[in-house]
């Protein structure tokens, strides 16, 4: 079997599976992790959705100190380990939540995560679902 003789459609969303891929070329970004042009049909490690929540992480924690610091860890973004004194792009549960999402594929389940930990959204759901339990529960108790 001939490879075809055009970019990897697979590449650039972090989809290809390399070993049995019969795409050609697979040029990667440069920006890789970081890209979030949605139009870019270089390759990425990871795909849109993980490359916007990591973008919105960056905006949010991003850590100042790393830029002018002597002491930067080789793996500023990908540090798993807590002990590490390095200055990082961004604290240990950022980067861990980080890995949390590159481990998951669904990148549904991702968003919602995103939303749930950086935006309280699921918790302002569950305090309604909550508080009409809380009045089923009262009304029940008012009864006779
Ligand atoms: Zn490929
Ligand atoms: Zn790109
Ligand atoms: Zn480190």
Redesign the pocket.
């Known amino acids: 079997m001939s490879l075809k003789n055009n970019n ?1 459609p ?2 650039f969303e972090g989809k ?3 070993n049995k ?3 050609k070329y ?1 040029i990667v970004c440069i920006n890789n992790y970081s890209c979030i042009d949605i139009n870019c049909k270089k390759g990425h490690g990871i795909t849109f959705i993980k490359r916007k929540i990591i973008d919105k992480l960056y905006e949010k924690f991003y850590n100042n100190n790393f830029d002018n610091s002597k002491n930067k860890c080789i793996y500023p973004m990908k540090c798993y380990n807590k002990s590490c004194k390095n200055e990082h792009h961004l604290e240990y549960d950022e980067r861990l939540f980080i890995l949390k999402i590159f481990s998951n594929m669904n990148d549904k389940e991702n968003m919602e995560l995103y939303n749930k930990i950086y935006n309280n959204i699921e918790l302002n759901n569950n305090y309604i679902i909550q508080f009409d339990n809380i009045e089923k529960e009262l009304t029940n108790l008012l009864k006779d």
Do not use: A, E, L, P
């Open positions: 990897c697979y590449f290809c599976n390399k891929c019969i795409y697979h």
